[in-house]
C-alpha cells in the first residue's frame, strides 16, 4: 500500500467512530487491493463533495445524514458519470454507515430510497438510455415555434415551458417552481429560487428572452379569459393565474385550468411534476415532428451547448446556468468545440 493509501486510509478510519477501525483492522485489509481502493475512491469522492459544498458530513443524525445523500444523489446525476458509477457510489456509502453503526437513511429511509430511485430513472431517461436525450440547439428550438401554432391553453402552456427551460437552462424541478412574480419582464430575467447548486438558498437570475415573455402572457392571458361565458375570470376563480405557481394542469379538454388554491399549503396541488415535464417535451417534439429525442433535459443542455457554439466562456455560460462550478459548463463547451476542431473543418471545405 503506497503512502497515498495509508493517508487515505487513515482518514478513512479515523474521522468516524470506533466500529470503523474494527472493521478495517479484521476485515477491510484482507480485502482484495483493487475492491479496497475502490471503497476508499467512492468515500472520499463524497467527502470532498462535502468539503466543497460545506456540509457536516455523516454524523448520529439521520436527518443530517438524508439531507448529505440527497444533495450528492442530485450532484451525482447531473455529472456525466455513468449509472454504474453512481449506483455504486451510493452502495459504498451504505456499507460505510452500516460499518460504522450510524443511521442510514439509505436503507431506512423511505423518502430518500423513492429520491434516489427516481433521480436515478431520470439520470438514465435523459442520460445513459440507448436513446440517449438530444440537445435542445438554437436551430431545434426555432423548428418548434415555427411549427406550432398553438391554438388551446395547453399548447400555448407547453410552448412557453420549453422556451423558458432553454432560456434559463433550467432543471425540469425549478420550472416547476417558478411563480408569476418571479419574472422581471422588464429586465428579462428570471429569480430562480430552488437550485441544485444554491446552497445558500439565496437564488439565481437567469435571462428569458422577449419572445419567451409574450409566450407566457398569451399563456396567463389565455388561462384568465373563460371562454365559456366569454369574459374574463374573477380573481376569485381558483382557475385563474393571479400569482403564485405559474405552470399548472390544464383540464382533459386543454381548455381551461385545473382549480388551484396558492395559499392551502397542505392539500395536494396541481402542480406539475416530472412525469408531466416529461410528456410536455414528447408532446411538443411530436408536433413539430422532431425525430430526436429531447427531453426535459435538452433544454439546459441545448442552451449551453448554444452558448458555447456562440463562443461564450465558462463564466457566462456558468452564470447563465447557475452551476457552482465549471466542471459542466466545461463538458458542454468541449462538446460544442467538436464542429469547430481541425476535422469539422477540413469536411466543411471538401463538402463532406
Not at 110 to 127: G, H, P, T, W
Not at 240 to 256: D, E, M, P, Q, T
Not at 273 to 300: F, L, M, Q
Request: proline letters at 3%; hydrophobic letters at 35%.
Amino acid at each position: 500500500m503506497n503512502e497515498t493509501m495509508r493517508v487515505t486510509t487513515k482518514a478513512f478510519t479515523d474521522t468516524y467512530k470506533h466500529e470503523v477501525k474494527r472493521y478495517f483492522s479484521d476485515i477491510f485489509t484482507k480485502l482484495p487491493r483493487n475492491t479496497q481502493r475502490a471503497y476508499i475512491s467512492d468515500f472520499n469522492e463524497f467527502a470532498v463533495f462535502c468539503e466543497q459544498h460545506q456540509l457536516s458530513g455523516f454524523n448520529d443524525s439521520m436527518a443530517n445524514n438524508e439531507a448529505c445523500i440527497k444533495d450528492y444523489v442530485s450532484c451525482l446525476c447531473e455529472s456525466p458519470l455513468a449509472y454504474r458509477t453512481i449506483k455504486r457510489r451510493l452502495s459504498a456509502l451504505s456499507k460505510f454507515l452500516k460499518i460504522a453503526c450510524l443511521p442510514n437513511p439509505i436503507v431506512q429511509s423511505v423518502y430518500l430510497r423513492d429520491f434516489i430511485k427516481l433521480s436515478l430513472v431520470e439520470n438514465q431517461k435523459y442520460a445513459l438510455s440507448e436513446h440517449q436525450a438530444t440537445a435542445l440547439t438554437v436551430d431545434l428550438l426555432d423548428k418548434i415555434n415555427e411549427s406550432i401554432i398553438p391554438d388551446n391553453l395547453l399548447e400555448m402552456r407547453d410552448l412557453a415551458i420549453v422556451n423558458l427551460m432553454f432560456d434559463g437552462l433550467l432543471r425540469a424541478d425549478e420550472l416547476v417552481r417558478v411563480k408569476l412574480e418571479h419574472i422581471d419582464k422588464r429586465n428579462n430575467a428570471l429569480l430562480v429560487i430552488t437550485s441544485k447548486s444554491d446552497q445558500s438558498g439565496q437564488g439565481s437570475y437567469r435571462f428569458i428572452s422577449s419572445s419567451t415573455i409574450d409566450m407566457i402572457n398569451e399563456y396567463v392571458n389565455e388561462a384568465n379569459y373563460d371562454g365559456i361565458n366569454r369574459t374574463v375570470r374573477s380573481t376569485e376563480d381558483p382557475r385563474r393565474i393571479n400569482k403564485g405557481i405559474l405552470f399548472r394542469r390544464v383540464s382533459n379538454r386543454g381548455h381551461a385550468l385545473l382549480p388551484y388554491e396558492e395559499h392551502q399549503h397542505n392539500t395536494q396541488q396541481h402542480v406539475l411534476e416530472y412525469s408531466s415535464i416529461y410528456r410536455v417535451w414528447k408532446r411538443v417534439a411530436k408536433k413539430a415532428d422532431i425525430k430526436e429525442n429531447i427531453t426535459p433535459h435538452s433544454g439546459r443542455v441545448g442552451g449551453a451547448v448554444s452558448l458555447a457554439e456562440h463562443g461564450a466562456t465558462l463564466p457566462e455560460m456558468q452564470l447563465a446556468g447557475g452551476w457552482a462550478s465549471p466542471e459542466m459548463p466545461g463538458h458542454y463547451s468541449r462538446q460544442a468545440n467538436v464542429k469547430r476542431g481541425g476535422m469539422a473543418k477540413l469536411a466543411a471545405k471538401n463538402n463532406r
